[in-house]
């Protein structure tokens, strides 16, 4: 059995509360560590994915070009 198939059986018997803490830990253990780039996102997607990695909130983001040359 791997670890992910334990990891999830002993999550199914915990309080939801308890599974979201579960989550929260993945994400952190996550987060410490660097997000293996092969090459640069060329999509929306991929560019959201990227972000995900270092909790960068993206999804409202709109890109103005006149306030960006205006920079």
């Given at each position: 059995m791997r670890y992910s198939d334990i990891?999830?059986?002993e999550a199914e018997s915990l309080p939801p509360e308890k599974?979201?803490?579960?989550?929260?830990?993945i994400f952190f253990?996550?987060?410490r560590q660097l997000p293996a780039v092969t090459?640069?996102?060329?999509t929306a997607?991929?560019?959201e994915r990227f972000f995900r990695?270092?909790?960068v909130?993206?999804?409202?983001?709109?890109?103005?070009?006149d306030d960006a040359n205006a920079r």
């Open positions: 990891i999830s059986r599974q979201a803490e579960i989550l929260d830990f253990l996550k987060s090459s640069k996102p060329k997607g991929e560019i990695n270092f909790k909130d993206i999804k409202d983001y709109k890109f103005n070009r």
